[in-house]
Nanobody, 122 residues
């Protein structure tokens, strides 16, 4: 499995921006379909965004579409989540995950990072 480490979380005011990074190691990064998920307190983990192996296709949850952008740099073994116009309801622990198949379903991702906290103040 690939090892994943997220970074870039923190406290941001509503309307602001934040960029999350997820560095991969251990396996060939370009072999993995990558996703970002989030889990708010008391809620189930939910899909936020995903990107295909080459980065040509991206997928978003309706709740983040138009505000978040997922991208990847296969030369740097890193996937990013640019978060713009953030809202208090975006507050959650954000996880990156890797899958060998194209999917937005959490249970189909075999590798997960430890998560990074994002807190949006109103």
């Amino acid at each position: 499995q690939v090892q994943l480490v997220e970074s870039g979380g923190g406290l941001v005011q509503a309307g602001g921006s934040l960029r999350l990074s997820c560095a991969a190691s251990g396996r060939t990064f370009s072999n993995y379909f990558m996703g970002w998920f989030r889990q708010a307190p008391g809620k189930e983990r939910e899909f936020a965004a995903a990107i295909s192996w080459s980065g040509t296709s991206t997928y978003y949850a309706d709740s983040v579409k138009g505000r978040f952008t997922i991208s990847r740099d296969n030369a740097k073994n890193t996937v990013y989540l640019q978060m713009n116009s953030v809202k208090p309801e975006d507050t959650a622990v954000y996880y990156c995950a890797a899958s060998e198949t194209a999917t937005t379903l959490a249970h189909e991702y075999g590798s997960w990072g430890q998560g990074t906290q994002v807190t949006v103040s109103s």
